[in-house]
């Protein structure tokens, strides 16, 4: 029975982190969404000065700090009152956080469809099956040698995390102005895609079936 059910836990427990994480970006609960966006920012600001060494061993330490606290003063309020609520981790000791097998297939077969999915791609682009993509390419690659430029990888994360928790909250309020916006560069964009589709010789335009 246990074996049975447990593809449905695995599936389920993908599912619940899933809409935690929605849950989160969406600030749905503030008061869980401002505490993962600060630490969350507080870890990548203090790895861009200091190493990831130090960064893990102080989060551990600190860690450590607050269980090590927290068990020592229960141990505490239990011998003054002499009751025997036992310890108090007690809840999450007991519970099962082990990988099953069936979750470990599932991310070794969505791994495996991703991988695919960018060598089909990668190929595709790098050997110019279509032009215009592969100028695209081109185009995205040039602008990030000037973001790379100005930036290291480390800032790139801070930005993306303050992107990922304050985007969907500018959108949600702001979503008929951001729409028509986005719907404008669309069309400009495809404009300047066909002009280009047209000057470019019959053996590298695209199709319409394409």
């Not at 505490?35 to 507080?42: C, I, M, R």
């Not at 025997?84 to 979750?103: K, T």
Request: charged share 20%; net charge positive; aromatic share 6%.
């Amino acid at each position: 029975m246990e074996e049975a059910s447990s593809p449905n836990h695995s599936s389920s427990s993908l599912k619940e982190l899933s809409q935690a994480a929605m849950q989160l970006i969406h600030w749905r609960e503030p008061k869980k969404s401002a505490a993962a966006f600060s630490v969350s920012l507080v870890v990548l600001v203090a790895m861009a000065t200091l190493s990831v060494i130090s960064v893990v061993s102080y989060l551990l330490l600190a860690c450590l700090c607050v269980t090590i606290t927290f068990r020592v003063y229960k141990s505490v309020i239990q011998a003054v009152q002499k009751s025997n609520e036992g310890h108090p981790f007690r809840s999450q000791l007991d519970r099962d956080i082990s990988v099953s097998s069936e979750s470990t297939r599932q991310l070794a077969e969505q791994c495996r469809t991703q991988l695919n999915w960018f060598s089909v791609q990668t190929r595709r682009l790098l050997l110019v099956e279509d032009l215009v993509d592969s100028l695209k390419l081109a185009a995205v690659m040039w602008l990030m040698t000037y973001v790379g430029a100005m930036f290291n990888g480390v800032t790139i994360l801070i930005l993306a995390d303050v992107l990922f928790f304050t985007a969907p909250l500018i959108y949600q309020k702001k979503k008929s102005q951001i729409d028509r916006h986005v719907e404008l560069l669309q069309s400009n964009l495809e404009k300047v895609l066909q002009r280009l589709q047209e000057k470019l010789p019959g053996a590298v335009r695209r199709t319409k079936a394409d």
